[in-house]
């Protein structure tokens, strides 16, 4: 059984449905679903309408996201453990995913996330704490964004994770991976 085929079943989609919204022909459909390996236009086309990554389409047997459903969140809800200690919503879930050798899209999406989140509220507070100079602000102007940039990461954490329950997938997810 191809990849193509586990997916469209897991959209419901008729092959003819898939067709049209990939913007390819029903015939290509069934050469890859017989077992031809999507290339170039077909390749970005069909990853977009099954809302995959062009390497999950690539691979010879499909990813047991069902199994590995639990784990998976465990990963992403370990950032919440360490979500005050520097750079520790990173490292644990990295040490989980590599110890558990559960090293997937998800999981790479988990971390980059967080090292994104990292870095960029890193830039905020330091913006802050010049703003605060600058406009003669309260000293609590930089508490106050750390506690909002950390309420958001929690809220990015917690969404994920129902998304993750809900529909195997990330609801906030980058278009690039750090891993």
Same mark, same amino acid.
């Given at each position: 059984?191809?990849?193509?085929?586990?997916? &469209? $079943? /897991?959209?419901?989609?008729?092959?003819?449905?898939? =067709?049209?919204?990939?913007?390819?022909?029903?015939?290509?459909?069934? &050469?890859?679903? =017989? $077992?031809?390996?999507?290339? $170039?236009?077909?390749?970005? #086309?069909?990853?977009?309408?099954?809302?995959?990554? /062009?390497? %999950?389409?690539?691979?010879?047997?499909?990813?047991?996201?069902?199994?590995?459903?639990?784990? !998976?969140?465990?990963?992403?809800?370990?950032?919440?453990?360490?979500? !005050?200690?520097? @750079? $520790?919503? !990173?490292? @644990?879930?990295?040490? !989980?995913?590599?110890?558990?050798?559960?090293?997937?899209?998800?999981? /790479?999406?988990?971390?980059?996330?967080?090292?994104?989140?990292?870095? #960029?509220?890193?830039? %905020? %507070?330091? #913006?802050?704490?010049?703003? /605060?100079?600058?406009?003669?602000?309260?000293?609590?102007?930089?508490?106050?964004?750390? @506690?909002?940039?950390?309420?958001?990461?929690?809220?990015?954490?917690?969404?994920?994770?129902?998304?993750?329950? &809900?529909?195997?997938? @990330?609801?906030?997810?980058?278009?690039?991976?750090?891993?």
């Amino acid at each position: 059984m191809s990849i193509v085929f586990e997916l &469209r $079943g /897991k959209l419901n989609l008729t092959q003819e449905e898939l =067709a049209e919204k990939a913007n390819i022909s029903v015939r290509t459909i069934q &050469r890859i679903e =017989a $077992g031809t390996k999507p290339k $170039g236009f077909t390749l970005e #086309a069909l990853s977009k309408a099954l809302e995959v990554e /062009k390497n %999950v389409l690539l691979e010879d047997k499909i990813e047991e996201i069902e199994s590995n459903k639990k784990l !998976i969140k465990y990963i992403n809800l370990s950032s919440i453990i360490l979500i !005050i200690v520097p @750079l $520790g919503n !990173i490292v @644990l879930p990295l040490i !989980i995913m590599f110890w558990k050798k559960q090293i997937n899209a998800i999981t /790479k999406q988990i971390i980059s996330i967080q090292i994104l989140w990292t870095l #960029a509220s890193i830039l %905020v %507070v330091i #913006a802050s704490s010049f703003l /605060k100079n600058w406009l003669s602000l309260s000293n609590q102007v930089t508490t106050f964004t750390i @506690l909002i940039l950390l309420v958001v990461n929690l809220y990015i954490i917690l969404r994920n994770t129902a998304e993750i329950e &809900r529909n195997d997938r @990330l609801h906030l997810k980058l278009n690039f991976s750090f891993l």
